[in-house]
């Protein structure tokens, strides 16, 4: 019997809807649990042909233990070594690689030195930074936040350099992230399930939480529609997430991909709606059973991305560039005997 185990922390309805749809569909050798860990041993298998992950970014035992697990053959949806690995930074330097839109961006670093640290760790910053230039990058009104951050913690919307300096004053250790801010005519999040599935729903991050899914207006056009499913497909194989959300603000009839670094993103029925939910849960659940069918023992049962692989090959990149058929090496005429 393969059994797939869901790991989470304080939400209910989606783990026990997901455990309970698996079940129902009664796939033959397949069941569905949450998962239970009474031990962990390096090497040792958890005995779980997939897990689904939904909480080891917050608890770093559960972290190592997926690892753990994922070397000894588990499918763990996401994968752990590259989500350990992963920010919203890095995130935005591939997506300008592979052509997808996205705000300025720069990297600011924290304002207190880390645990451990002093000025003298730090010989390689040129103090103070040129602000006027990041300034100038990102233009103002802008966005701060955390540079590997989520749940809309510690952002803060900045109006001038004052504001700037006021705000990042008071945000510790943490590297953030300064953002131009995207006026938008239109606003979608997007789950994307095993690199194929998608569902595009609109959303209006200005509401309050339990409202941002209810917008009631049509989008503008299915070609919007048709540019955003693909550039959420595109990230996520390159960034090879089996669960993520991608978001998107549309300026100008652009969209531009503002947050995708969600891999445990919110799937609670009373935030999503009925609807939502009911398409998150029913894929999760086919997607989780196809891995278990899939899932070998005894061999590496994680999604790698198009940027890992491509990486570990020697290759290009981009798609673009991989297709670009190399210059042909000019032919050199073979020398010969001037005839008499």
């Given at each position: 019997?393969k059994?797939i185990?869901?790991?989470f922390?304080?939400?209910?309805?989606?783990?026990?809807?997901?455990?309970?749809?698996?079940?129902?569909k009664?796939?033959?050798?397949?069941?569905?649990?949450?998962?239970?860990?009474d031990?962990?041993?390096?090497?040792?298998?958890?005995d779980?042909?997939?897990?689904i992950d939904?909480?080891s970014?917050?608890?770093p035992?559960?972290?190592?233990?997926l690892?753990?697990a994922?070397?000894t053959g588990?499918a763990?949806?996401?994968?752990?070594?590259?989500?350990s690995?992963?920010?919203?930074?890095?995130n935005?330097?591939?997506?300008e690689?592979?052509?997808?839109?996205v705000?300025?961006?720069?990297?600011i670093?924290?304002?207190?030195?880390?645990?451990?640290t002093t000025g003298?760790?730090?010989?390689?910053?040129?103090m103070?930074?040129d602000w006027?230039?990041i300034?100038e990058?990102?233009?103002?009104?802008?966005?701060?936040k955390?540079?590997?951050?989520g749940g809309w913690k510690?952002v803060?919307k900045?109006h001038?350099k004052?504001?700037f300096?006021?705000?990042?004053?008071?945000?510790g250790?943490l590297?953030?992230?300064?953002?131009?801010?995207?006026?938008?005519?239109?606003y979608?999040?997007?789950y994307?399930?095993g690199g194929?599935y998608?569902?595009?729903?609109?959303?209006e991050?200005?509401?309050p939480?339990?409202?941002?899914?209810e917008?009631?207006k049509s989008p503008s056009?299915?070609?919007?529609?048709?540019?955003i499913?693909e550039?959420t497909?595109?990230l996520?194989n390159?960034?090879g997430y089996?669960?993520?959300?991608v978001?998107?603000a549309?300026?100008?009839?652009?969209p531009?991909?503002?947050d995708?670094c969600n891999?445990a993103?919110?799937?609670d029925?009373?935030?999503?709606g009925?609807?939502?939910?009911?398409?998150v849960?029913?894929?999760?659940?086919n997607?989780a059973i196809?891995?278990a069918k899939?899932?070998?023992?005894?061999?590496?049962n994680l999604?790698?991305?198009k940027?890992?692989?491509a990486?570990?090959a020697g290759l290009p990149?981009t798609?673009?560039?991989?297709?670009?058929?190399?210059k042909a090496t000019?032919?050199?005429?073979k020398a010969?005997t001037?005839?008499k």
């Amino acid at each position: 019997m393969k059994k797939i185990g869901i790991l989470f922390g304080q939400e209910r309805s989606f783990p026990e809807a997901v455990i309970a749809r698996i079940n129902e569909k009664a796939e033959k050798g397949i069941t569905a649990e949450v998962v239970k860990i009474d031990k962990i041993f390096q090497n040792s298998a958890l005995d779980y042909a997939v897990i689904i992950d939904r909480i080891s970014q917050d608890v770093p035992f559960y972290r190592a233990s997926l690892k753990n697990a994922a070397i000894t053959g588990t499918a763990v949806i996401n994968n752990p070594f590259w989500w350990s690995a992963d920010e919203k930074f890095f995130n935005n330097a591939l997506a300008e690689q592979i052509g997808v839109p996205v705000p300025k961006t720069a990297l600011i670093p924290s304002r207190q030195h880390p645990t451990g640290t002093t000025g003298e760790s730090f010989s390689n910053l040129t103090m103070p930074l040129d602000w006027d230039s990041i300034f100038e990058y990102t233009g103002f009104p802008a966005y701060m936040k955390p540079f590997d951050g989520g749940g809309w913690k510690d952002v803060y919307k900045l109006h001038d350099k004052e504001d700037f300096f006021d705000k990042h004053s008071g945000t510790g250790q943490l590297v953030m992230l300064l953002q131009e801010e995207i006026i938008f005519e239109e606003y979608f999040r997007c789950y994307c399930i095993g690199g194929k599935y998608v569902r595009i729903m609109q959303y209006e991050p200005r509401n309050p939480h339990h409202l941002r899914y209810e917008v009631g207006k049509s989008p503008s056009s299915e070609k919007l529609l048709k540019t955003i499913e693909e550039y959420t497909l595109k990230l996520c194989n390159y960034l090879g997430y089996d669960f993520n959300t991608v978001e998107f603000a549309v300026r100008d009839g652009v969209p531009i991909a503002i947050d995708f670094c969600n891999p445990a993103p919110d799937a609670d029925l009373k935030s999503v709606g009925p609807e939502n939910f009911e398409w998150v849960v029913e894929t999760t659940a086919n997607y989780a059973i196809e891995r278990a069918k899939a899932q070998k023992t005894g061999q590496d049962n994680l999604t790698w991305g198009k940027y890992i692989k491509a990486s570990a090959a020697g290759l290009p990149l981009t798609e673009k560039t991989l297709l670009k058929k190399p210059k042909a090496t000019p032919k050199i005429k073979k020398a010969t005997t001037p005839k008499k």
